[in-house]
């Protein structure tokens, strides 16, 4: 707006508020949550030009009956990756907006892990536009770490671009607290370029003066906090704490009682990561509302965490509470129980008046598949003698950690087996974005195969081509499959592919809406049950075991690696 049109604006606010003209759009009927004071409220809203003129009785052009429902503000999510719902950019939007979320702060590292500089530029395409404000934070660590094969390196020079590109709205995670605390200038570099902007944390376990330390160079917002000691720290030393309720990582139920204390108002909920079935089934920030309050949290303190703090937290000043010149970015709910979302509307239009842009073009990120040499020997995992005793991944239902086992394995042919009966299945990751033919090889326990393999180019951070199985040939059979379709989900046993979910964009999403991706998931996990899982999302864990930022053991394409040393580890130990 020029000056003058900005006056004129502020004018007719006045008007509207004080009733001398009729707003464009009034919600007639409801009541209101005040998020600063707790106080519920019947009275109208009045909005003029997207924006909330005033709280009251008025009348508009426009009237939307609201009568018996709450008006909250639109839900802010505060961290999500939407590569983990698998839909495009748009696609999300119009997903979350049906459950009340106007606004979401994403990070695009997965696919910059795999298109660089391009993937970020989708996303940001992406982006513009729609049902949902879609604020795309500059990735900070690609790749993220030295003990993996990514498809992009974004040094401090292509990150410092970034944060001048329109609509770049802070740095995303800095994961590599190591680098950080040992004064690497690449990490430092990034975060002197971002230290006028919101910076995202990322620091497991950090505590005492290490986490000071971390603190001290800009970051302020954790969301890998899993326990109260924990949460409590990090809160006490400055930081935002990001209660992550995910599809894979569930924190809530430990971290509840933080939304009952002193430090409430410094505390957000958000996703994370969210698969599609569980998105169209279970919902999204609503259902989070509904996990918080069924734990005991008075439901004001959570639907602050939902909207107030996050525009806080991320300056965000123009939203986040029902309020006269605030926009007018609103969830209208039954209760705040169930947190049933009758209708959500961004800059006062319901979203579902609101058009999708157009979806960009995704020539820039699909071709990532570039495998070489692969063979059934690739899986093969050489031993003398007639036992081998190996390293374990340890899967923990519901984290993203995993723990450090060990165990005795047959060796027959020379070769080491993966052992069904006690849960015990091979692991290979494959390099897939340079074709170095270059595979990192290991064991895994609690993904319940009983037969066949799993395979997924969804493989946080870098995204190489992770196979899980317990027959060398059903897991070239899976990894084959995924190479033909440009990357994606399989699932195959020694006699073919039982499920295939392709994912073009960059291997990590899905061209198609949110109920045709879900239906493809569906699929999946029946397979992937069909071969022996019992775990709620098996891919999704899978997913997680490439993940080299996040204690203990992990597989890369490069090997073994025990993240609390923060290297390579042999697989296989002396008897």
Excluded at 42 to 69: H, K, L, P, Q, T
Excluded at 146 to 173: C, F, N, Q, Y
Excluded at 411 to 433: C, F, M, N, W
Excluded at 517 to 546: C, I, N
Aim: hydrophobic share 45%; charged share 20%; proline share 6%.
């Amino acid at each position: 707006m020029n000056s003058a049109s900005t006056v004129g604006a502020l004018q007719r606010r006045i008007n509207v508020a004080l009733g001398s003209q009729p707003a464009d759009i009034v919600l007639r009927g409801g009541r209101i949550l005040n998020v600063f004071t707790g106080d519920l409220t019947a009275a109208d809203v009045a909005i003029c030009d997207g924006i909330i003129a005033s709280i009251g009785s008025y009348r508009g052009a426009r009237e939307i009956d609201v009568a018996g429902a709450i008006v909250l503000p639109g839900f802010i999510d505060g961290h999500i990756h939407v590569e983990s719902t698998m839909l495009s950019p748009g696609q999300f939007a119009r997903a979350i907006s049906s459950r009340g979320a106007t606004t979401a702060i994403c990070d695009p590292h997965e696919i910059a892990n795999v298109a660089g500089l391009d993937g970020v530029r989708y996303m940001l395409d992406g982006s513009r536009g729609g049902p949902v404000d879609l604020r795309i934070m500059a990735p900070s660590c690609v790749p993220a770490t030295h003990l993996e094969t990514a498809g992009a390196s974004l040094g401090p020079d292509a990150v410092k671009a970034m944060l001048r590109w329109p609509g770049i709205h802070g740095l995303a995670e800095m994961m590599n607290f190591p680098g950080v605390l040992a004064g690497a200038s690449d990490a430092l570099r990034k975060l002197a370029a971002a230290a006028s902007l919101p910076i995202d944390g990322h620091c497991p376990g950090l505590s005492g003066a290490e986490l000071q330390a971390y603190i001290a160079t800009g970051p302020r917002t954790e969301h890998e906090a899993t326990s109260l000691d924990e949460a409590r720290e990090k809160l006490a030393a400055g930081m935002w704490l990001l209660i992550r309720e995910g599809s894979t990582a569930r924190n809530l139920a430990d971290l509840a009682p933080l939304l009952t204390g002193e430090g409430a108002r410094r505390c957000l909920l958000v996703s994370d990561d969210r698969n599609p079935v569980d998105l169209l089934e279970s919902g999204h920030l609503d259902e989070t509302l509904r996990r918080a309050v069924g734990a005991g949290v008075p439901p004001l303190r959570a639907v602050q965490a939902a909207t107030l703090n996050a525009a806080d937290c991320f300056r965000l000043h123009d939203r986040g509470a029902v309020a006269p010149g605030l926009r007018a970015d609103l969830a209208v709910v039954e209760d705040l129980r169930d947190f049933e979302v009758r209708m959500t509307l961004r800059g006062g239009i319901p979203v579902d008046e609101i058009p999708d842009p157009p979806e960009p073009g995704i020539a820039s990120v699909r071709g990532s598949m570039n495998v070489a040499g692969l063979s059934v020997e690739s899986f093969s995992v050489p031993s003398a003698g007639e036992q081998a005793r190996a390293r374990v991944i340890e899967v923990v239902p519901g984290q993203v950690l995993t723990g450090a086992g060990e165990a005795l394995l047959q060796v027959r042919g020379g070769l080491v087996q993966p052992d069904p009966e006690r849960d015990i299945a091979k692991l290979a990751v494959i390099e897939r974005h340079r074709g170095s033919g270059r595979t990192g090889l290991g064991f895994v326990r609690g993904l319940g195969l009983t037969r066949g393999a799993l395979a997924s180019t969804v493989a946080h951070d870098s995204h190489n081509l992770v196979v899980a199985g317990v027959s060398d040939e059903a897991m070239l059979r899976a990894a084959r499959a995924l190479i033909e379709v440009g990357g994606g989900q399989c699932a195959a046993d020694d006699d073919g592919v039982l499920a295939l979910l392709p994912l073009p964009i960059g291997g990590l999403m899905s061209d198609h809406a949110l109920g045709k991706v879900a239906e493809g998931v569906r699929a999946m996990q029946m397979a992937a049950r069909q071969l022996g899982s019992a775990l709620e999302d098996p891919l999704m864990a899978l997913s997680f075991l490439a993940l080299p930022v996040i204690p203990r053991l992990k597989l890369t394409d490069r090997g073994l690696v025990d993240v609390a040393s923060f290297d390579y580890v042999p697989l296989l130990l002396p008897l």
